[in-house]
T-cell receptor, first 113, second 112 residues
Framework: KQEVTQIPAALSVPEGENLVLNCSFT??????LQWFRQDPGKGLTSLLL?????REQTSGRLNASLDKSSGRSTLYIAASQPGDSATYLC????????????FGKGTKLTVNP | EAQVTQNPRYLITVTGKKLTVTCSQN?????MSWYRQDPGLGLRQIYY???????DKGDVPEGYKVSRKEKRNFPLILESPSPNQTSLYFC???????????FGSGTRLTVV
């Protein structure tokens, strides 16, 4: 059964720091991977999608990469801001025709002014 | 605006009283899914649908029903809700898996 681990579970940093969130899958056969942001009590906002033929995606201060050989993904946030405070979730779509996104439990990020 | 719309956003109900949570998407997506989110357990798939009249169970389907009579709508039905179904529910849709999923804003359900 595919399981997803996100490290760290929580992270508190001062404003302006560059930071890395990690995500790893027990089964490296991942078709694609999505990073989401969730604010308290709110829905999931898609940040980046790494499609099956891609290894990396960038949007503004965010960069996500996926190493399919190891089943690991990282989300890099540059120059963090208090508005980045949220829970970040990674989700993979396993290969083999499954339509079930498998989620990690998230990293709760707090960026202090 | 492209979106997935869930209603209601908040619902408090009593054990055994049938309820329906609606989900609608305006993106002509083929795939739709329901997930529940619980502290310490993360998000788990309840049911999914790959097209009209095609539905299948996810990881935690017990106590839930779904239907897909139209492409845009995918309601979640709790025939006899119980307190262990208290959770935050999300509907999601996708063109196909390779283009990622769009999630609704969530429905917070409390069963007392």
């Amino acid at each position: 059964k595919q399981e997803v681990t996100q490290i760290p579970a929580a992270l508190s940093v001062p404003e302006g720091e560059n930071l890395v969130l990690n995500c790893s899958f027990t089964d490296s056969a991942i078709y694609n991977l999505q990073w989401f942001r969730q604010d308290p009590g709110k829905g999931l906002t898609s940040l980046l999608l790494i499609q099956s033929s891609q290894r990396e995606q960038t949007s503004g201060r965010l960069n996500a990469s996926l190493d399919k050989s190891s089943g690991r993904s990282t989300l890099y946030i540059a120059a963090s801001q208090p508005g980045d405070s949220a829970t970040y979730l990674c989700a993979g779509l396993p290969q083999g025709g499954s339509e079930k996104l498998v989620f990690g439990k998230g990293t709760k990020l707090t960026v202090n002014p | 605006e492209a979106q997935v719309t869930q209603n209601p956003r908040y619902l408090i109900t009593v054990t055994g009283k049938k309820l329906t949570v609606t989900c609608s998407q305006n993106m002509n997506h083929e795939y739709m899914s329901w997930y529940r989110q619980d502290p310490g357990l993360g998000l788990r798939q309840i049911y999914y649908s790959m097209n009209v009249e095609v539905t299948d169970k996810g990881d935690v389907p017990e106590g839930y029903k779904v239907s897909r009579k139209e492409k845009r709508n995918f309601p979640l039905i709790l025939e006899s809700p119980s307190p262990n179904q208290t959770s935050l529910y999300f509907c999601a849709s996708s063109t196909d898996g390779n283009y990622g999923y769009t999630f609704g804003s969530g429905t917070r359900l409390t069963v007392v």
